[in-house]
């Protein structure tokens, strides 16, 4: 069993807590950037599978 409130951090509270203030919201920014920049290749990939 876990105390939810004091041993299990999740999400922006984890990351913020590793790295300081902001970082959970600098990686979502990080994986939407890339998201859109390797859409192509991504759809290309999975193209495959949706025959």
């Given at each position: 069993m876990f105390?939810?409130?004091k041993e299990v951090m999740v999400a922006?509270?984890?990351?913020?807590f590793l790295s300081?203030?902001?970082t959970y919201n600098?990686?979502?920014d990080c994986f939407?950037?890339?998201g859109?920049?390797?859409?192509p290749e991504i759809d290309d990939y999975f193209a495959k599978y949706n025959k």
């Open positions: 105390d939810l409130n922006q509270e984890f990351w913020d300081g203030a902001g600098n990686l979502l939407e950037k890339a859109i920049e390797l859409r």
